[in-house]
T-cell receptor, first 113, second 114 residues
Framework: GQQVMQIPQYQHVQEGEDFTTYCNSS?????IQWYKQRPGGHPVFLIQ?????EVKKQKRLTFQFGEAKKNSSLHITATQTTDVGTYFC?????????????FGSGTQLTVLP | DAGVTQSPTHLIKTRGQQVTLRCSPK?????VSWYQQALGQGPQFIFQ???????QRGNFPDRFSGHQFPNYSSELNVNALLLGDSALYLC?????????????FGPGTRLTVT
């Protein structure tokens, strides 16, 4: 079945440093979504990428979708303590009528003040 | 505009028992998906309901079943509970007819099986 791998599993950064998490799929994706889950909370939708090579920015966050639509990344510039949480990618496969999202295992970000 | 709501927030059950979890989707959404999230893991897709039918199912046994009502709300039933069923159960709603399938998650139900 479809697998979505995400690295690293954990990342500790000093406040002000940059952070990147990477997502790789075993199959071509029709789109990929990114979510943030604060400790004790539920996943909150951040963004969706659909087009090959797409790049989207949200303030300090930059999201990329690979040319082959099998990988993606989230980059945070100059992290702040409010960025703490677990970041998940979730991919939707290209073929058939599948509507399910397959989540990666997440990257847990800790920002040290 | 109410978001996704779930009940109950916490639940403790004994092995072998049955449980029903409930979800009300965000206003305007017609599709409900259920996920199981074990501690330290990403959400695992259980199934999705649209037009009162199960449209997609993940790799979960038949002990997991669901239902969607005409008002789009949904229930998740788990029979013959196992210790391994302890997890956060998340409901997510979306608008299937709206294109991108952006999902809004509810706060979840924390199920503990003892």
């Amino acid at each position: 079945g479809q697998q979505v791998m995400q690295i690293p599993q954990y990342q500790h950064v000093q406040e002000g440093e940059d952070f990147t998490t990477y997502c790789n799929s075993s199959t071509t994706l029709s789109n990929i979504q990114w979510y943030k889950q604060r400790p004790g909370g539920h996943p909150v939708f951040l963004i969706q990428l659909v087009k090959s090579g797409e790049v989207k920015k949200q303030k300090r966050l930059t999201f990329q979708f690979g040319e082959a639509k099998k990988n993606s990344s989230l980059h945070i510039t100059a992290t702040q303590t409010t960025d703490v949480g677990t970041y998940f990618c979730a991919g939707r496969i290209s073929s058939g009528s599948a509507r399910q999202l397959t989540f990666g295992s997440g990257t847990q970000l800790t920002v040290l003040p | 505009d109410a978001g996704v709501t779930q009940s109950p927030t916490h639940l403790i059950k004994t092995r072998g028992q049955q449980v029903t979890l409930r979800c009300s989707p965000k206003s305007g959404h017609d599709t409900v998906s259920w996920y199981q999230q074990a501690l330290g893991q990403g959400p695992q897709f259980i199934f999705q309901y649209y037009e009162e039918e199960e449209r997609q199912r993940g790799n979960f046994p038949d002990r997991f079943s669901g239902h969607q009502f005409p008002n789009y709300s949904s229930e998740l039933n788990v029979n013959a509970l196992l210790l391994g069923d302890s997890a956060l159960y998340l409901c997510a709603s979306s608008n299937l007819g709206g294109g991108p399938y952006e999902q809004y998650f509810g706060p979840g139900t924390r199920l503990t099986v003892t």
